[in-house]
């Protein structure tokens, strides 16, 4: 079974201005992404607004992830819905399509017990042979999964890892204790990097690596594989005014405000949800200019196909 690492963001999706989905600048974010060095990406979590599209409309962004990426980096395709049902075949279809992996956040409106949870997970792993990572979010789904609930579910043979995104890194260290070999943890939000992989995490979840995924790459490398902390530090230092103004509840309007400060189309988020406001694209601005963020390229066709391997 796969297993992941390195800096995975979770990309938002890009609507016009009547809240279609913008293939086009779809495609740009995601080989921007890729050649800019990101480990994996991860299309229909929280910042890609899953909750507010269609079945149909979330097939059609991972299509269109998976057409871009051509097998280059994995695409982790979020399937999660309040129902199981709905679940399974959003995870079927990703895998017929060709997703490396799913995220799967708990089921949202209403509160399932342990057991029902258990069972919910347990189909949706039958379903599919690729790997599955929990995803731990009880700011948006009303369920905090316990380490020792985790560890449970890490029995099922698919599900392989877990975003853990409480805010308390202690967890990474906790889950790990529990769980068996091969069950990873990643660090799902981007003020506590340090702290996660310290305790064991396998990757980063960052939403600020939409915006500065080289910079974010970087640092993983600094701290994770040449474990240069001093340096890392620094770099980390550098970049935390923007990671903490991303970790807030308005993260999508402002992630893509950012966005579309560095040239791309992300349009508008669905309401509810609003623009950022004139002042926090004037802080977005400020820090992506200090920082020197690149901006984003259009690409107007598909990457080439990835070469067969002999």
């Known amino acids: 079974m796969e297993r992941f690492a390195g800096v995975m963001p979770p990309i938002p999706t890009p609507f016009n201005d009547d809240y279609s989905l913008n293939a086009d600048a779809l495609r740009s974010l995601v080989e921007f992404l890729v050649v800019e060095g990101v480990h994996a990406i991860i299309p229909l979590g929280s910042t890609g607004e899953f909750a507010r599209q269609s079945i149909e409309e979330r097939k059609r962004v991972l299509e269109v992830c998976l057409d871009q990426a051509q097998g280059r980096i994995p695409v982790i395709a979020g399937t999660a819905a309040p129902g199981t049902r709905e679940v399974i075949e959003l995870s079927q279809h990703a895998e017929r399509a060709g997703a490396r992996g799913l995220q799967v956040v708990a089921p949202f409106y209403g509160k399932p017990s342990e057991d029902e949870l258990f069972e919910h997970y347990r189909r949706v792993a039958d379903s599919v042979g690729i790997p599955i990572l929990i995803y731990n979010n009880p700011g948006t789904s009303g369920i905090d999964m316990s380490p020792p609930f985790l560890a449970r ?5 698919n599900i392989t890892g877990v975003k853990e995104a409480t805010g308390d890194p202690k967890r990474v260290r906790q889950i790990l204790k529990l769980a068996p070999d091969g069950f990873d943890v990643y660090a799902g939000t981007d003020d506590y990097f ?9 990757g980063w979840v960052s939403g600020s690596a939409n915006l500065i995924p080289r910079r974010c790459v970087d640092l993983y490398e600094l701290a994770v594989v040449k474990e240069d902390f001093k340096a890392a530090k620094v770099a980390y230092a550098d970049i935390v005014d923007l990671c903490d103004m991303m970790e807030t509840e308005a993260f999508v309007q402002n992630i893509k405000a ?44 598909r990457a080439a196909p990835v070469a067969p391997t002999s």
Do not use: H, W, Y
């Open 153 to 157: 579910l890490s029995e099922i043979p």
């Open 258 to 301: 950012g966005l579309e400060i560095l040239g791309l189309e992300a349009g508008p988020p669905r309401p509810p949800f609003l623009p950022a406001g004139p002042e926090a694209r004037d802080q977005i601005k400020t820090l992506l200019d200090n920082l020197g963020a690149r901006s984003i390229p259009s690409v107007t066709s």
């Open 194 to 202: 340090f702290e996660s992989f310290l305790f064991g995490a396998s």
